[in-house]
C-alpha cells in the first residue's frame, strides 16, 4: 500500500498537537529531551533513539536510549553530558539500515524532530567528523557543525531553517531542492522502494576509492564528503523512486520542492551577508573561528573601479551571522576600502587600505591602536597583503611603492620599511618555518624568497603572470595563485598607479582579450617546494578549469582550495601527496569545480575547523564594476553579494592561518 504523506503545514501541527497530548503525561526535568521520530512526515514506532554527547576527539559519550512509541515520541536524559561537547540523537531502524541523526548544541532542547532533513543537514555540517554512528574531532569544529545545522534545518520542528529560507538562498540556489531530494531518498529508502534500490542507493554513494556505506547515515555523509562523485546515478535512483507523471505533475516525493535536473553535484551551500560584507577580498578566521574580512567598497553604494567609497572590515560568527556594524563593517584609524590585507594573529586583527592606511582591531571590533602608534613618517600609498608568521611577525605589501612592512612580533609601533630587490606592485606574503618571507608580484611572473634577517639576499622564482596569493602546505611547500598564464598577453600598467587604476586596467584588458574568444581562459597555480624546485615549472592549469585564479587556502589533507575570479567557481585541487582520493588522482589534479546560484567572482576560498569552505564573492557585474556609466538599476552590483559556505567538503584546518596550515584532528 502506497503510504500516504503529511505536507509541511500538516506534518508541524500534528508534531505539536502529540507533544501537548504527551506532556501532561511525562515528568520533564530541565536536562529532559522530548522528542518525535518522524519519516516522510509520519511518526515511527519501535525506533531505537540514542543521545549522544561528544568528547572532543575521544570516543562520544552515550547518555540515554529509547524506543519510539506509537505516536513517534520519545524521551531522553541529558543530565551527565560534557560542557564543552555537543549533543546528538541517533534514531535507528532494529529491521533495517534506516538511520536517522539529528545534530544539536550543548544545551538539551525540550522538543525535537529527529526525520530525514536533520539527518540531511546534520551528516553535511557534521561530514568530517562522522564515522559510523560516533562524532568525534576537534571541540571547535564540532561546536561549528552544531551551530551551522540549524541554519540548513530546524531541529526543533524538523523543517527548514530560517537561513535557508531567506532570499539569498531559497530561490538563488538549488540547496533548497537538494537538501528536499536527498531527504526525500532517505524515505525511499524505507518505505517506497524495495531492497534492490537500497542497496543501488549504497553503492551510489560510495567515495572514489572507499568503502561503500552501511546505512542510511553512511550513504549521507559519504555524498557529503564527496558530493561530485556520482550525481547522476543519484540522481536516476531519485527519478527512479519517485517518476515523472506523463502529465508533467509534481513528482509524488515527500519533500518539495526537489531537483528536476540532474545536479553537477550534491553540495549543500549557504550564502551569509550583513555586517558591511560587499565585495570581500581575503578570508581570515580567528581562534574562536569566527570570520574576518576587509571589503573593497561599501556595501549599498554604487562603487566600482572608476569611483569608489571603501568598505570596512566585516566579522562573522562561525555560523555566519553578522556581528560588525552593518553597511560600515568596523572601521578606524583612517582606512577607505580594504583589498587584500586582512590578517588575525594570536590577540588582534589587521587591516589595510587602499589609501595607504593600517587599521589594527582587537576581537570585538575596537581600533587596538591609533594612527600616531604607526611609526612612519613617510606618505604610505595602496597597501594590500598581509602575512603573519607562527612568531607573530607582521609583514604589509605596498603595492603601489614596491616595498615591504615590518612588524616584529606584531608590535605596532616597531613597524619599519623594509626594501626588497625584485618587487613589482606586491600583493601577497607567506613565511615558512626556515622564517623566510615569500611575495608575490602582481605586476609580474615572479614570487620573491628572502630570508628575514637578510632581503639582499632576495632570489625569484617564476610562475603564471599577474600574481595573487599565496599559501603554505604541511609540508612548507608554496602554492601560487597567478591571475594569468605565461602565454597570455599581459596588461600595461605604468609605475606609480593606484590600486584601483592596476584592477581598472588588468580587467579591461582580460575583459578584451578573453571576450574575444569565447573558448579562451587563463590563469595557473604552482607550487614552488621549500628548496625552491617546481614539479611543473609552467603551473597546473586543472585542464583549463582553473580560470583567473585569485584566493587560494590549503586544507588539512593538504588539498588546495581555489577561487575562480573569471570562471566564478571554487576549484578543489588535489595537493602534494594526494590521500583520501581515487588511486589515479594525481598532485595538480582538479577534483571537482564547485559551482551556485550565489557564488559570483571569487577572490578569497578559506577553511574553517569544521571542515567548511567560505567563498569571497568579490565582483558581480561587470558594467556596475568596470563601466565609466553603470546602468543605473544594477550600479549597486559591482561588489559581490555575500559570502557563501560550502559545508563539510574539505578536511579542517586550525585558526588563525600563521605560517603553515595546521590540520585540526
Not at 515528568?27 to 516522510?40: F, H, K, N, P, Q
Request: charged share 15%.
Amino acid at each position: 500500500m502506497k503510504p500516504v504523506f503529511l505536507n509541511r503545514n500538516q506534518s508541524l501541527g500534528f508534531a505539536l498537537f502529540l507533544l501537548a497530548f504527551c506532556l501532561p503525561c511525562l515528568t520533564i526535568s530541565a536536562a529532559d529531551i522530548l522528542g518525535r521520530v518522524e519519516l516522510g512526515g509520519q511518526p515511527i514506532s519501535g525506533v531505537k533513539v540514542t543521545l549522544f554527547a561528544t568528547q572532543g576527539s575521544d570516543a562520544p559519550l552515550k547518555l540515554a536510549t529509547a524506543v519510539t512509541r506509537d505516536d513517534g515520541s520519545f524521551l531522553v536524559s541529558s543530565d551527565s553530558g560534557r560542557e564543552d561537547g555537543v549533543l546528538y540523537l541517533i534514531a535507528s531502524d532494529p529491521a533495517k539500515p534506516l538511520v536517522l541523526l539529528s545534530l544539536l548544541d550543548n544545551v538539551p532542547r525540550a522538543n525535537v524532530v529527529v526525520n530525514e532533513l536533520t539527518t540531511v543537514a546534520s551528516a553535511f555540517t557534521a561530514a568530517q567528523f562522522i564515522e559510523g554512528h560516533s562524532i568525534r574531532g576537534n571541540p571547535l569544529g564540532l561546536r561549528i557543525a552544531a551551530s551551522n545545522t540549524p541554519n540548513l534545518v530546524d531541529p526543533v520542528t524538523g523543517q527548514w531553517g530560517q537561513v535557508l529560507l531567506n532570499p539569498l538562498n531559497s530561490t538563488q540556489t538549488t540547496t533548497l531542492a537538494t537538501l528536499n531530494t536527498l531527504g526525500s531518498m532517505i524515505t525511499a529508502f524505507a518505505r517506497v522502494t524495495d531492497d534492490a534500490w537500497g542497496a543501488k542507493l549504497l553503492k551510489a554513494a560510495t567515495p572514489p576509492g572507499g568503502t561503500a556505506p552501511v546505512d542510511t547515515l553512511d550513504a549521507m555523509v559519504s555524498i557529503a564528503r564527496t558530493p561530485w562523485a556520482a550525481p547522476k546515478e543519484i540522481f536516476s535512483l531519485f527519478e527512479e523512486a519517485y517518476p515523472q507523471p506523463k502529465d508533467g505533475s509534481r513528482r509524488s516525493a515527500p519533500f518539495v520542492p526537489y531537483l528536476a535536473y540532474a545536479p553537477d553535484d550534491f553540495t549543500l551551500s549557504l550564502c551569509f551577508a550583513g555586517g558591511g560584507v560587499y565585495s570581500p577580498g581575503r578570508l581570515m578566521f580567528d581562534a574562536e573561528g569566527n570570520l574576518w574580512s576587509g571589503q573593497n567598497w561599501m556595501a549599498g553604494s554604487q562603487s566600482g573601479v572608476n569611483q569608489s567609497i571603501g568598505g570596512g572590515v566585516s566579522k562573522l560568527s562561525p555560523n555566519g551571522k553578522a556581528l560588525s556594524p552593518p553597511i560600515t563593517g568596523y572601521t578606524g584609524m583612517g582606512i577607505d576600502g580594504v583589498g587584500w590585507g586582512t590578517a588575525v594573529t594570536r590577540d588582534k586583527v589587521w587591516a589595510t587600505s587602499f589609501n595607504g592606511k593600517i587599521l589594527v582591531l582587537d576581537f570585538a571590533g575596537k581600533p587596538a591602536a591609533v594612527e600616531s602608534d604607526l611609526p612612519f613618517t613617510e606618505k604610505l600609498l595602496g597597501l594590500m597583503g598581509i602575512g603573519v608568521a607562527a612568531n607573530g611577525d607582521v609583514w604589509i605589501a605596498d603595492g603601489v611603492q614596491n616595498q615591504l612592512l615590518y612588524f616584529r612580533g606584531g608590535e605596532v609601533k616597531a613597524g619599519q620599511i623594509v626594501k626588497v630587490p625584485g618587487l613589482k606592485s606586491p600583493f601577497d606574503i607567506v613565511i615558512d618555518p626556515q622564517n623566510r618571507v615569500w611575495v608575490s608580484n602582481s605586476q609580474s611572473d615572479k614570487v620573491v624568497r628572502f630570508p628575514v634577517d637578510d632581503p639582499s639576499k632576495a632570489e625569484s622564482f617564476r610562475v603564471g603572470m599577474g600574481v595573487r596569493a599565496l599559501a603554505l602546505d604541511s609540508k612548507g611547500n608554496v602554492w601560487v595563485a597567478s591571475n594569468m598564464s605565461l602565454d597570455f598577453p599581459p596588461p600595461v600598467i605604468p609605475d606609480g598607479a593606484s590600486i584601483m587604476q592596476q584592477f581598472k586596467i588588468a580587467a579591461a584588458h582580460m575583459l578584451k582579450v578573453l571576450s574575444s574568444d569565447p573558448t579562451m581562459v587563463t590563469g595557473v597555480v604552482n607550487m614552488i617546494r621549500p628548496d625552491g624546485s617546481q614539479p611543473a615549472p609552467n603551473g597546473f592549469s586543472g585542464d583549463k578549469q582553473v580560470s583567473v585564479p585569485w584566493g587560494l587556502n590549503v586544507d588539512g589533507n593538504d588539498d588546495v582550495w581555489i577561487g575562480n575570479f573569471w570562471g566564478r567557481g571554487v576549484v578543489l585541487m588535489a595537493g602534494d601527496t594526494p590521500r583520501g582520493h581515487a588511486a589515479d588522482i594525481k598532485t595538480g589534479d582538479v577534483l571537482h569545480v564547485f559551482k551556485g546560484g550565489s557564488i559570483q567572482m571569487l577572490t578569497d576560498v578559506s577553511i574553517d575547523p569544521a571542515g567548511n569552505v567560505w567563498a569571497a564573492n568579490n565582483w558581480n557585474n561587470l558594467n556596475a564594476a568596470a563601466a565609466p556609466d553603470p546602468n543605473r538599476p544594477t550600479s549597486t552590483w559591482g561588489g559581490g553579494s555575500g559570502i557563501t559556505i560550502i559545508y563539510g567538503v574539505a578536511a579542517p584546518v586550525q585558526s588563525p592561518r600563521m605560517g603553515v596550515v595546521r590540520a585540526a584532528n
